[in-house]
């Protein structure tokens, strides 16, 4: 697509723009890429480059910027970032990672998100880790009124408690009977497999039990459904700063809906989960934050080798890209640590 003076004066310009954010001449490529080349040279490559979407000109200024389609190129094929090391961590990094509490998990997701828009001083978004979908232990207990408690204990430990309503009054003998079958004969299997295994099954098992395993079902549902969409933002004010974005208003507050109704937030995180290391999306890509002005480096965590969160950073395309890379990937593997059990 480009030959290699194409390619270094364009790498050469994405990167002056980044660091000056200044839209960058002829004269200014002619004296910082390394190539012997004249600036009536030079304007030549620069205008097969616009042809191409790669760059633009402001209409207030004669020098270039890169696009969104300049920035993915240089992303993609010019930049190099190596992964990153906990051992070597930059020491504003190794600091702030020092200060999550591995007790507290709700909080170090918090901290995460503050990390993230500390260091990066754009928007930080955590989400918070997906519950395990499986049945460790259920138990039943009678609350009267035909009300009965369920607790749900996952593998990991985690307990969550739900209140159902029942059709009639149990005793606390018919919810232990059903305790002790559901646990023998359901523990250790997906919401997902208990429900498959249900449809088949019910005609043969008793009422009560049957009902009650129903509710127990629904309200694993419910516990997944309210952790999937639980996403921590930080920094969403650092955007009133940003060079041509601060002074959109309209721009602004369709951003901040976003930031607000987490929703689609969500949506491009759970797209993130399901990659391996840090991914990208530059402008108007990820179809969730569609300005062309902004990008969102984003990467799975995981707890005990098993994904179960993403985190990232959104800020404006001009961003140091190799920088961000290291913060999300680093920050990911604090945050593993962090909420990981130690042997």
Do not use: C, W
């Not at 300005?291 to 404006?316: D, K, M």
């Amino acid at each position: 697509m480009l030959d290699d003076r194409a390619r270094s004066l364009l790498k050469t310009l994405v990167e002056r723009y980044i660091a000056d954010g200044t839209p960058v001449g002829s004269r200014t490529l002619s004296r910082t890429s390394g190539l012997d080349l004249s600036p009536a040279t030079i304007r030549n490559v620069m205008a097969d480059l616009e042809e191409l979407g790669l760059i633009a000109s402001p209409h207030t200024s004669a020098g270039r910027i890169p696009t969104a389609r300049g920035y993915r190129l240089f992303v993609d094929t010019m930049l190099t970032s190596r992964p990153a090391d906990l051992a070597y961590a930059p020491a504003d990094m190794a600091a702030a990672g020092s200060a999550l509490h591995p007790d507290q998990p709700q909080r170090v997701i918090a901290q995460a998100a503050s990390l993230l828009s500390s260091l990066s001083s754009f928007v930080g978004v955590v989400t918070a880790p997906r519950k395990a979908s499986i049945f460790h232990h259920i138990e039943f207990l009678r609350l009267g009124e035909k009300r009965v408690l369920v607790i749900l204990v996952a593998p990991d430990g985690d307990v969550q408690n739900r209140v159902i309503f029942t059709a009639r009054e149990y005793q606390q003998s018919e919810l232990l009977e059903a305790t002790n079958y559901l646990n023998a004969h359901y523990a250790g299997l997906t919401i997902e497999e208990v429900r498959e295994r249900l449809k088949r099954e019910i005609d043969a098992l008793r009422g009560e039990i049957a009902a009650l395993m129903q509710a127990a079902v629904q309200a694993g549902t419910e516990v997944l459904a309210e952790s999937a969409d639980n996403v921590v933002v930080s920094g969403e004010r650092n955007l009133l700063g940003m060079q041509d974005f601060g002074s959109d208003m309209s721009s602004l507050r369709r951003l901040f809906d976003v930031f607000e109704q987490k929703t689609e937030l969500m949506r491009l995180l759970d797209v993130s989960s399901r990659a391996v290391g840090v991914r990208i999306y530059i402008g108007g890509e990820s179809k969730v934050v569609p300005f062309e002005e902004l990008s969102v480096v984003a990467a799975p965590y995981e707890i005990n080798g098993r994904i179960v969160g993403t985190l990232g950073v959104i800020g404006p395309t001009r961003m140091a890209y190799d920088r961000m890379i290291q913060i999300v990937d680093i920050t990911a593997r604090l945050v593993g640590n962090a909420l990981s059990v130690k042997p």
